[in-house]
């Protein structure tokens, strides 16, 4: 395996220039749209921009705690504060938001087309280097059982890969996505999630934007009330701002609410919130389960959701 950095070039390399010029030039296109991960009390990893208007793909464990400040650092030495849209934790998979809309996307390829022995290519922040370029063989298309039962797929290769690493691309020759790094799987084997798993779960997110009127935090529930929800649960949504454009929007909501459910739908956290917003059908009011002073109370609140986008 080669491993290349954005600072060093080895000219000992056993490859021959125009294989290793193509490699530096795919390093140099594919940087601007990979991203690093900053994670409070968890360390870094590594995001991919797969969308113009800030939307950013990482794995799911490199964002789990929904209290941690997340920030996004570019290759241009921005650093942005980002937040979590969709997660999904069997997959892996998370979503993230960053307030800009100058970001250049990875393209990703079909994952089915891999073939054995193709070269295949990470970038990431391994142990906090940043941009770090990795080489190696994809080995086979693998998959593995849930504990529910479903089949996943994953990539199996022998590209070098380290903590830090996590949730960013694995590329074909041509500089596309095919995998997203997720973790090494026992000798050299690293793995990967396809980018069909990818898409296929983007796809199925709910096609409308959420932009929130207020500012959230996932908190802590108390026991002895946590104890008597159906169902039980330790964690809600804390209403720790509004906006003052939207004071009279929303007078029937007050900073320090706790929201345990929106429309019936349990709300533990951020993410679970902002997917139950997005599936929810457009209306003025929606009810809520909040939890005020102690209390666990029923408003029928104005719509959390400022403005809808496509």
């Given at each position: 395996m080669t491993q290349l950095t954005a600072h060093t070039t080895h000219s000992s390399l056993p490859l021959p220039d125009v294989f290793s010029s193509a490699l530096t030039q795919m390093f140099h296109t594919a940087q601007p749209s990979i991203v690093q991960v900053r994670t409070q009390g968890r360390g870094a990893g590594t995001g991919i921009v797969w969308y113009k208007d800030g939307r950013i793909i990482t794995n799911n464990h490199v964002v789990a705690d929904d209290r941690a400040h997340i920030q996004v650092l570019l290759a241009d030495d921005r650093t942005l504060d980002a937040r979590v849209l969709a997660r999904n934790?069997?997959?892996?998979?998370?979503?993230?938001?960053?307030?800009?809309?100058?970001?250049?996307?990875?393209?990703?390829?079909?994952s089915a087309k891999l073939r054995v022995g193709e070269w295949v290519f990470a970038i990431g922040h391994p142990w906090g280097q940043r941009w770090v370029l990795t080489a190696g063989i994809f080995s086979k298309m693998s998959t593995a059982k849930t504990r529910d039962g479903q089949t996943l797929q994953y990539i199996q290769s022998d590209v070098r890969l380290a903590p830090g690493n996590s949730g960013g691309p694995l590329l074909d020759a041509d500089g596309k996505v095919v995998g997203i790094n997720a973790m090494i799987f026992g000798g050299d084997l690293s793995v990967a999630i396809p980018s069909n798993v990818v898409t296929n779960w983007l796809a199925s997110l709910p096609k409308r934007r959420i932009v929130l009127g207020v500012e959230i935090q996932t908190v802590d529930i108390p026991q002895n009330i946590g104890q008597t929800l159906q169902p039980q649960?330790?964690?809600?949504?804390?209403?720790?701002?509004?906006?003052?454009?939207?004071?009279?929007?929303?007078?029937?909501?007050?900073?320090?609410?706790?929201?345990?459910?929106?429309?019936?739908?349990p709300t533990p956290n951020n993410a679970a919130l902002l997917q139950v917003l997005s599936q929810s059908e457009e209306r003025t009011h929606i009810p809520m389960t909040l939890l005020r002073g102690g209390v666990v109370v029923q408003v029928n609140a104005a719509t959390l959701l400022a403005d809808l986008g496509a």
């Open positions: 934790p069997r997959l892996d998979l998370a979503l993230l938001k960053v307030d800009a809309d100058d970001l250049t996307p990875l393209e990703a390829n079909d649960r330790t964690t809600g949504v804390l209403i720790a701002g509004i906006r003052p454009e939207r004071q009279e929007q929303f007078q029937d909501l007050l900073v320090g609410d706790t929201v345990l459910a929106v429309d019936g739908k």
